[in-house]
């Protein structure tokens, strides 16, 4: 059929049992997902055995378009397939290969043959541009693999959890549930909507005050990563008090509710932010250190307080710090993408103020690490090693687009465009080290800067 050929082969380090079931479970899909090539599953019905069918929505640069595949071959531990049925090609036949490599390794390889249309001549134009795509899409997707497999697997003393959690939808919470799905934990959402039929979603409401866990069942675990945003827009009166609000009642709520349950979780993490700090200039904070005297630090510190129910209960509670999270899906990064690439980006400010920054991989890390480390109470900053500032940023940034960065942003212009959120967020220094994480052992994936674009953006390092 004169079809094209891509191929891709990994080590990874478990048993062939434990890297096949990772891939049949729900989430695997959205777990491989490059995050500057991501998708949406608009349907699914079934896994990965033969006959299961899902519909994705997808791009091509910024066009959307949808893929409807369906699984057409399976063997337990050896192999399965999915086909192509629309898309953009003639034929795309997908097959994911397993064989055993010693009692504890295994070797995955993916192999895709494909066709375009009016393959005999395009094949010639195209092949060499698809096939460097397809490199960078695999290369990503098997280190995801890989990592996490072998962090479930070498994890055996953590038994699968049935894990609440609030903010679900939201940019961290729709990262690292399919992480804990894959891994075989089942999650239970929150949800403001009325909820669906799986079982899985509980209807909640801060404002009101209403939630009720009476029929769910033993929950082992809390991940409370509701709240409205700090960053957009202007603090006026009302949005203040919207976002406080947000932040102290959603987490009184919650911790009120599972610290009456007969048979509490065994620990509940909950979000805050490394605003409890304040600006601090380029003094090197630690989870010792106390509170600012900023609106955000105000926040922070009555929303970690709100969690004194589940505290009291003897539920170990985690308090997550978490700094700048750095992803192309959603908040700073993304925001940034499009001046950058336009030749519109430059320092904030003076550049001088420092940057607490860590990537979505090692924020899932992070709370994973937090989640099973029976060690960690209290806060944890959940930030990169190696801080930066602004000025470092926006040169790293620049550097891995291969884009000048000439226009700095004033101080003026910030603080007349944005008020006090422009003040607090973005021209604050916030110099925050994970001391917590560092002493408990967690190996963060990503200590610098570059390396972590690179990863994210999929850019290849010149």
């Not at 009166?237 to 007969?262: C, D, P, W």
């Not at 960690?376 to 190696?386: D, E, F, R």
């Amino acid at each position: 059929m004169n079809r094209s050929r891509f191929s891709k082969r990994t080590i990874i380090n478990a048993p062939v049992e434990a890297a096949f079931k990772w891939h049949s479970r729900p989430g695997a899909i959205e777990r491989l997902s490059p995050p500057w090539d991501s998708l949406k599953v608009l349907y699914r019905s079934g896994g990965i055995e033969k006959g299961a069918e899902v519909t994705l929505m997808m791009k091509a640069g910024p066009f959307p378009y949808k893929w409807f595949a369906r699984h057409t071959e399976y063997r337990e531990n050896e192999f399965f397939r999915d086909e192509q049925i629309k898309g953009p090609f003639s034929e795309w036949i997908h097959t994911h290969r397993f064989e055993p490599d010693g009692n504890n390794r295994c070797i995955m390889e993916d192999i895709i043959e494909y066709r375009l249309p009016f393959h005999f001549a395009s094949k010639f134009i195209t092949q060499s541009i698809i096939n460097k795509k397809l490199e960078r899409i695999f290369d990503y997707r098997h280190k995801i693999t890989a990592h996490d497999v072998f962090l479930h697997h070498s994890n055996n003393n953590v038994k699968p959890m049935t894990i609440l959690i609030s903010g679900a939808s939201g940019l961290i919470g729709s990262a690292i549930i399919p992480f804990l799905t894959t891994g075989g934990h089942r999650v239970i959402r929150l949800v403001r909507k009325p909820p669906d039929n799986s079982g899985d979603e509980i209807f909640w409401d801060p404002v009101s005050g209403t939630l009720s866990l009476d029929n769910v069942g033993k929950i082992d675990a809390v991940l409370h990563l509701a709240g409205e945003n700090l960053d957009n827009g202007r603090w006026t009166k009302a949005r203040k008090k919207k976002i406080i609000e947000s932040r102290v009642k959603g987490t009184e709520l919650v911790s009120k509710a599972i610290a009456a349950i007969e048979d509490p979780p065994e620990v509940m993490l909950c979000a805050s932010a490394i605003g409890f700090y304040g600006n601090r200039g380029d003094k090197v904070l630690s989870e010792k250190d106390g509170p600012g005297d900023d609106f955000i630090s105000s926040v922070c510190n009555n929303w970690e307080k709100a969690t004194s129910p589940a505290l009291e209960k003897g539920i170990r509670t985690v308090l997550l710090r978490i700094g700048v999270v750095l992803t192309p899906e959603g908040g700073a990064l993304q925001r940034l993408l499009l001046p950058f690439n336009l030749c519109l980006g430059g320092r904030v400010g003076s550049g001088r103020q420092y940057m607490s920054w860590i990537d979505m991989e090692d924020v899932i890390g992070a709370i994973y690490h937090s989640l099973t480390n029976m060690d960690i109470a209290g806060p944890v900053n959940v930030v990169s090693p190696n801080t930066v500032t602004n000025l470092q940023f926006t040169k790293s940034l620049g550097r891995i687009l291969s884009r000048p960065t000439p226009f700095p942003l004033p101080p003026f212009v910030i603080k007349l465009g944005f008020g006090q959120m422009g003040k607090e967020i973005l021209l604050s220094s916030t110099r925050v080290k994970p001391e917590v994480l560092i002493e408990a052992g967690y190996c963060f994936r990503n200590h610098d800067l570059d390396t972590s674009f690179r990863q994210m953006l999929g850019k290849r390092e010149l």
